[in-house]
């Protein structure tokens, strides 16, 4: 159903594409296909997968996709999957910038920028495209139903600002059938809004640590919870809880007021003293 929508499509989209780029000249957006899994090679990450395109229209019957580092979202429950082992059968839904270089090998080669997996049965729907200030996209395939409670997220599905003109993936399940449909989103992920990872830490007066930063290189997993708007940090059988909103630690049932914990694009900041709390917890430090 989704494919017959994005085919019937396809006659607005030249208009529409022409339209925004005369309103903004320099904007790129992202070309969409759906396919099939049909080989995996290599492992972690260095894995490739053998696609059959199932879009009549695409040039390209079947091509190798490079999957390292590239973020996969589950259709079925519209969250992020952290090393998905791709597996032959899969049906994905991928995004690939207009202007993304592509290998012309046989078969071709090209590094996507965003992978869906369960396309056919999810519960959820995607476009992944350059959306100006209004919400539509200038590949003209979604326009988002914006509102002043829309919130964007990051990967990690930690607050980032405003919807402004940008490269989004926009998830949702509502949608008109107007041409482009428009979209009442579940969640909106800003693609370039990424942890800062060059930093372990930052001083305004108190020390501050990079979380994900910090525990991920020690081993740590991290888990984000955004209904909840909680972290949870385990370390083999212990874990602690962040709730961000109300900035509290919770660490063998005592609940600590984290005062200097904060959001700092998209990356939580956390005062050195708690980490160190955590630390000596979760890692007998």
């Known amino acids: 159903m989704k494919r017959l929508i994005a085919i019937a499509m396809a006659f607005v989209l030249t208009m529409g594409t022409i339209s925004f780029a005369k309103e903004n000249k320099e904007a790129v957006g992202y070309e969409r296909a759906f396919g099939k899994v049909t080989e ?128 989004y993936a926009v998830i949702y399940k509502i949608a008109t059938r107007s041409l482009p449909p428009i979209a009442t989103p579940e969640k909106i992920i800003a693609l370039d809004a990424k942890v800062n990872e060059s930093k372990d830490s930052m001083d305004d007066g108190d020390k501050n640590i990079y979380l994900r930063k910090h525990y991920e290189e020690l081993g740590a997993k991290i888990e984000w919870n955004g209904e909840t708007r909680t972290i949870k940090i385990s370390s083999k059988d212990k874990s602690v809880e962040i709730d961000v909103k109300r900035k509290e630690l919770t660490i063998e049932e005592r609940v600590l007021k984290m005062e200097g914990f904060k959001i700092y694009e998209g990356s939580s900041l956390v005062p050195e003293q708690f980490i160190n709390r955590i630390d000596n917890y979760l890692l007998n430090k």
Do not use: W
């Open 40 to 167: 995996v090679l290599g492992e972690k990450e260095e894995t490739e997968i053998l696609v059959q395109n199932e879009d009549q229209e695409k040039s390209m019957e079947e091509l190798y996709l490079y999957t390292a580092k590239v973020p996969v979202l589950d259709l079925k429950t519209g969250k992020f999957v952290e090393n998905y082992k791709f597996k032959k059968g899969d049906m994905i839904e991928y995004f690939y910038k207009k202007d993304a270089p592509i290998m012309l090998s046989m078969p071709a080669k090209l590094n996507p920028d965003f992978i869906a997996i369960n396309a056919e049965d999810g519960e959820c729907s995607i476009d992944v495209d350059h959306f100006n200030a209004k919400g539509h996209g200038v590949s003209n395939r979604v326009e988002i139903n914006l509102s002043d409670d829309t919130k964007v997220v990051n990967q990690n599905g930690e607050e980032v600002g405003k919807f402004k003109e940008g490269d």
